[in-house]
């Protein structure tokens, strides 16, 4: 039988010992009336062989479109060696390191993690993943609203400059708390939030903490030392949400104004994960020394075994639903430990050197691309403001016709601003990371072209 | 050593990256990093070989027979791994059409069917990212469901004290208050005070059945009851359903609500600890509120349904609608069981769980419940060791690390002293168990003889029993870079 | 710099510790004329993205044409789990277990191959492994040669019916050493050799050997039996040579005839290996206990070490030529151990009973694919013989004008046979796995059927 | 314990077959197997666990230094399985015709063409499968050079002392007679000797330079003067070729016919003991003789030429030409170098083993040639040691490995007494150079404070010393089921 070892001569000594007839017999305190009569609609099983076929087709049938989507995922190069040490079985098939001795493997790698990810935002300390970028950020409203001491306000501010889908996640993930996230308008010119527009939408009453995107979503640069500056002179924190890949050149929230930001996170996809239709990516959560107990998640610190010898081990447990319960500071268990490994061993690999690289020739590919659409006559750049690694264009015709046409010539033409801020319409959000070449940017401003004499 | 400590100034693996260093001039100065980024600089075979090491030095499934209740540690089927990782489903952005995306969308609208058919649900979303997470969706769903009623009132959901700990956090996520019904010395509910404490106020129930004990709750339909006339829903805490899969569904018991923990039921890799996913099923009633996105199929074409699509969602878990690369292992593991392995699953895994009680009780141990059958898993505890060789249940649980087995959980359920929740799987083979019977009675012998063995433990690990109390006391969080002088 | 950890300041330390001035200085014993001035043609070094988008490139342009090709390569299932496990860095990248106790790993997958092989074949012993299939039957023949005390002959018996390369290759590898491959007609009617025609080939002179495979190049099964007992009757060792999964059906060499074939070898490739263009691959060779010395290559053997625990090592290296050089049994060192690797984990994964289904559906597939096939007007089997797992076709026009047809439909119509034997053309040999479905045949059947039409 | 001891009857993975067994009454009866086979019944995860924990038992580049000369141990990149691994090349059929093999061969010949700059020959051919094969194809086609040109009577090839018993091996198998040539104190060929061996009689020289004592033998060019004038040809091991590439071409000191180990200098994966690739190089009188196949390039068309397209090739070394696998595996990496890579890989290798001979003479140890510049690898001798302790090489050697290195290669070349033979290789970082160092100067203390702790080493590894002699003696090679009743 597939994935289960007995014989029937097993079967036989084990009832035997057990003093029961049948398998049956051991399900024998379940109601009758309950026992489910079949599995009906499922299928039967297939070999390994048959799912193979099934499965390939499956992935054929997506094909592997030349991909200008960034909005918040990124189709990065990623070294054969991570996913091959990754999903080693040791790795892959042991469980959160409650036995620490049997799990220095896994520890040893949350620590470096935890080092390399409070390197890359310059903050004190960093927990071991949460779920992705959006949850992360969800997670970093509840610590900041828990960990200011200076306000019992429970709003925070929250930019429409920041990933929709991030906004909605996190409306979704603290409302019941009673959270308020109160947003917060951008520049129409820059596509910028400054600290003008905090200030308009925090009149209304006092809040906790802000939230400042580096880039934000449509790839602006935002002035983070004065929004954060000005977010501890009202006594809110500052909460930093960050392209791991943009931190290897832009300046990190530790060093963001006077004495840096509060919290930091983000989505760690871009170091070393797979697009992967969404998922599983890991959220990241780093912030300042002082916060440690209020942050979520699993944590591994340093020790020492009984011989005087250096270990790891999870560690400020006592923030934790398992032993804490519903005081906890979050309702956390599984997180996103494979992911972590992924990026920990991927962050190893590509150094800071490396990082560095990729972060510019993201840059610089988006640059050109920009240049290269923007030879078209009605696309141009829908903000002012300084980007990185993604560009808003206006677009000469109505968006999802357009995205459509190049789909179906297997281009993914961008992200419709339109379909979540219709003031834009139209719009669309383009990103070039490293993985494209000059020759893809050509045939993309070709098709669009093309697609657009054909209007 | 740390990867950090094997760095050296200068040290590159440029194969990994762009050859050259595009021109960024064009970024203010003022938004630039100043310094370098503290990241190691290592040769990717210092990389390689640092990481092949520390992998050597976990126990996992794949090496170890890993007991550990509540978590069913099974065999992640490799081939889950490797047609995951197609190259067609690793490349697709989760923004792309979805003339691009109707092979992952079938895999997950099949995979949506078969979950409503194995919990007995009305509808499943497959959004949440974990088991934790899809607790909270769960409990958020049954606040919108008595919000949308009308129904404010209702904001305590009532906790056997025996749940997992994400339970009741969880319900204080949604807004909740908490309140915890004791477990009866039988391992069942106690009726009676969970009649006394519903009301009114009582929004539901969160229960896993075949609890945390490991027994199934055999008046799960008088709890039902209970809790539906006092206006009440009930929630599946679905952390158990390997016990149960396909021989009775959650949905026939009367739950309104459950999650699944796929990494659990469905075999997804652990990860040393995730990346889980944690789909949800719901009863009629409650499918409005079901977290998006969902794939719904109109005629031969998969459509996604978002947030305009379904107004009363209670809306996304996360940023691209969940952990798709779990989804896709989870369904693969499903196609590959198929109805008849599902029911295999849940029949072997009850045996090797009543077998390893039986024969544990053989040797002398004490069963939590000795009057229960055991469900997927059971609970030994240790409590007359305890007294009688002055040796707890972490003692043990180091010990056995030595002896090549992974601990069982200790210390959970809460309820029960110096307990090892024990949960072989059904993918352990008779000689894993009868091995691990030996290596109990072995230790027992030695904490007999000298406890101090015992209390030693671990000796043939990678390190010794490590300090906890100091690494929470004397905190260190994060390697430091020495400043070096540019 | 790729694969290369050293720092500047790292060189800098070395080369004072040397006592030299620069990395140049340590090849000042090379005669100056002789130092290579540039590696002029030799294209600038890619990073691993841009080889990835290369080589992609590459393997996509071959596509993935339906395969009705065996000819002594078969497209099998392979389960998941063999080459995560195999490409595992502690099997990949060790060498030569020449230090045991730091290789128990590597040994003792090689005794339990050695196992698996004596099992299947039937044999007593088994090496380690040979390079391919056909090296292994030249270095079978050699060693049947040495081998045999009863004859001083050095002509070994060898029917055409054996897959042409392996004839080819052996001759090359062998005629050097003055051993004559004296070749067998086969029977045109059922393209079986029957002992008959041994008897024909070995008038002329007395014979070291024999060659006999099961089944042969045509898939035809040979009275393996009467061959062999016709052999020992004659003092000629029988080698057998074999497919490893048609073991799972078929009688084993150890079973032949009144006392079992004396060497057996064969193409490891069905237990696990991909098809590969061809290689590596892992050529077996198993033997009666009796001629253990004379066999060539790695062997691992069974011992104790110094507490008495069961342990594993290389043995019989005194055959070796790293010891006894120019007297060894084979020049060989190197073998193929990562593929002994995968073909132990496939056999340990897929079990006896696996095997043998496998090999049923083979064999049932060809049949059906016969029965498709022999439908089209002038498609006829080209033999009278049970076969198993190929099968030799008739075709009613030129081969090569037909496969190159059905190759532009991405299927590969089987093996031209005319090429390798005018007297047979047109013929062509096919064989359809348990990969291949009812539809992937009657597709076949259809275009083979409309390309005919279309002559 | 050994996976057929884990064996149970009727225990079996059936996902991994089909699922039905197939009807196959038609096989005669008395050609089928009477018994079934015995290999073992094991549960999916019970294999994996096996191999998973077997492999952990290894020592591999991936997990230690491991300096084992004259095999070039550096690390494999990950690229080059993955690439070499994509679909489209490992499905495709070695009998697939020329239109679907256009990718694959463009590989295949650019490697042909940059093995040829590299060596400096005129033409190479890929399909010997692994170094000694390669050895085999050279001296086949200087016999089939000497034999076309009716020079029937050159039956002797020459081979120093110390090379690699491959040499010898091949040139017996390629039905010649062998003559060895001593080497000089100073570690090059002696001249002399070379002189008074050459004749009428002499169809070659197999030569590795720098040679298996790793100096570079300055009189090469006489050498090759020496044979050539004779009549003789220069056959070129590229065992060594690491040390000079980009450095000095053999092609340009007079060799005629060279292999190269893929596995070696191009990092092929060594595979616990294989798989390599032996590409052999020739002058341009060797042409004609190369084994086949060769790819050739035709405008854009790449074509496959085989033995009726070259009635003078010595024919094949293998069923279907060669390693294809490994030869992918090669290109990937050579085009991930480039040439500056390709320099570099020399410069490094030669400064690595130059500098740990500079630290263990330091540390006290005798180079076997203290004189000489070392090429990539070099000799160290304990004879002192083994005069002075009682401890032999292999007993340094033993005890290395509980110090977490892999041993040198010991007692070869033969006729260096005591030796270690030691190649670090360029990707190894400074830090693991000045470990060994350590752990040689440690080990040596031990020796001579108490030489049983050699004696006795290993202590730490899987198994203590094995009984190699116990092994030839009474041999046991392989399980054999204990036969039950059916």
Known sequence: MPFIPHTEADVAEMLAAIGAESIDDLFDEIPPELRAKGLDGIPAGLSEMDVTRLLQGRARADGQPLCFIGAGAYEHHIPAAVWQITTRGEFYSAYTPYQAEASQGTLQVLYEFQSMMTGLTGMDVSNASLYDGASALAEAVLMAVRANRKSKSKRVLIPKSLHPSYRRTARGLVGNQG??????????????????????????????????????????????????????ERNMLAIGVVNPVAMALLSPPGDWGETGADIACGEGQPLGMPLASGGPYLGFLTCKQDFVRQL???????????????????????????????????????????????????????????????????????????????????????????????????????????????????????????????????????????????????????????????? | MLIQEQSRHGRTATAQAPLEMADVSDLPAGLRRKQRAALPEVSELQAVRHYTRLSQQNFAIDTHFYPLGSCTMKYNPRACNSLASLPGFLARHPAAPESHSQGIM?????????????????????????????????????????????????????VPDAAHGTNPASAIMAGFQVREIPTGSNGDVDIAALRDAVGPQTAGIMLTNPSTVGVFDRNIQAIAETVHEAGGLLYYDGANLNAILGKVRPGDMGFDVIHMNLHKTFSTPHGGGGPGAGPVGVSKRLEPYLPVPLVVKDGDDYHWQVEHDRPESIGRMTAFGGNMGILLRAYIYARLLGAEGMRRVSEYATLNANYLLARLKDAGFTAAYPERRASHEFIVTLKREAKEYGTNAMDFAKRLLDYGFHAPTTYFPLLVPECLLVEPTESEPKEALDGFVDAMTKIRAEAQENPDTLKQAPYSLPVRRLDDVRAARQLDLAWRPERVED
Chains 1, 3 share one sequence.
């Open chain 1, 179 to 232: 959270i308020e996230l109160v947003e917060v308008d951008f520049d129409p010119a820059t596509g910028q939030t400054p600290v003008a527009q905090y200030e308009a939408a925090a009149a209304d009453g006092e809040c906790a903490a802000l939230v400042v995107p580096q880039p934000n979503f449509f790839g602006a640069l935002e002035d983070v030392d004065a929004v954060t500056d000005w977010a501890h």
């Open chain 1, 296 to 455: 979520p998640g699993r944590i591994a610190g340093k020790t020492l075994d009984a011989d005087g010898k250096v270990g790891y081990t999870l560690t400020l447990q006592a923030r934790e639903q398992h032993i804490r319960r519903s005081k906890a500071t979050s309702n956390i268990c599984t997180n996103q430990g494979l992911l972590v490994t992924a990026a920990t061993i991927h962050m190893a690999i590509v150094g800071a050197e490396g990082l560095e690289r990729v972060a510019a020739s993201c840059h610089a590919n988006t640059r050109r691309l920009t240049e290269l659409l923007c030879e078209i006559p009605g696309v141009e750049p829908l903000f002012d403001a300084p980007v990185f690694h993604e560009q808003a264009l206006r677009l000469p015709a109505p968006t999802d016709k357009l995205l459509r046409a190049l789909a179906a010539q297997d281009i993914l033409g961008g992200f419709d601003l339109g379909a979540e801020y219709p003031e834009l319409d139209p719009a669309v959000l383009v990103c070039a990371t490293e993985m494209r070449t000059e020759e893809d940017m050509v045939a993309f401003r070709d098709k669009l072209a093309a697609v657009l004499s054909d209007e």
């Open chain 2, 106 to 158: 079938a895999c997950l609208h099949e995979l949506q069917d078969m979950l409503k058919i194995v919990t007995g649900m009305h509808a499943v979303s497959l959004a949440p990212a974990a088991g934790a997470q899809g607790e909270l969706a769960g409990v958020m769903m049954i606040r919108a469901y008595h919000d949308a009623r009308g129904d404010h009132e209702r904001r305590e959901i009532l």
